[in-house]
């Protein structure tokens, strides 16, 4: 029996149709697919980028911070060699500059607070407790640390700590002995 030709051109024209069509399905699938997966990248390269900027913000104010207590911390040991046991020439030169680097702690204490984790705003405050009272200070407040010093063997262990806090939080991979 022969085969007319409607039934000659209807074969290879469904194989053609059903091709097509799986190829457009095929095509939308893919195009879903790849759509998915970059914008799933755009995505973690943003979170990525926020945690940076995060990071940076952090380690600047971290760095503020330990910089600022230093700076603190010697003036403090200065006022208190210029003006412990009697008043010298350069005790009131060393009192103006304590207040200045108080006035610079407390601007730094703020940015802690505000991009600090908890634990660096934990720490933070054992490292506060053994310098004047930020917000409650007063003349004799100094005075205090005037005549008595500074405990270095305190504070510095305190400092290390901080650090090391930093050295866990900062870097995008942190080391092993953080």
């Not at 409607?6 to 095509?27: H, K, Y």
């Not at 943003?46 to 945690?51: L, M, N, V």
């Not at 600022?68 to 350069?90: K, M, P, Y």
Request: hydrophobic share 40%.
């Amino acid at each position: 029996m022969r085969r007319g030709w409607l039934e000659r051109i209807a074969t290879p024209l469904a194989a053609a149709i059903v091709a097509g069509i799986l190829a457009v399905f095929g095509s939308f699938w893919a195009t879903t697919i790849a759509n998915k997966t970059a914008t799933d990248n755009l995505r973690a390269s943003f979170a990525e980028q926020r945690a940076q900027v995060e990071r940076d913000k952090r380690g600047d104010a971290y760095l503020k911070f330990l910089g600022t207590t230093a700076g603190f911390a010697r003036a403090l040991v200065t006022t208190h060699d210029q003006c412990a046991s009697e008043r010298t020439a350069g005790c009131d030169s060393a009192r103006v500059d304590l207040q200045t680097k108080f006035s610079d702690l407390a601007n730094a204490v703020n940015i802690v607070y505000i991009y600090g984790s908890s634990n660096a705003n934990r720490l933070m405050g054992l490292i506060l407790q053994l310098l004047p009272k930020i917000y409650e200070t007063n003349e004799s407040d100094f005075e205090s640390y005037i005549r008595n010093g500074l405990d270095d063997s305190v504070l510095k262990p305190r400092l290390i700590a901080f650090q090391r806090n930093m050295c866990t939080e900062l870097p995008a991979n942190p080391r092993g002995d953080c």
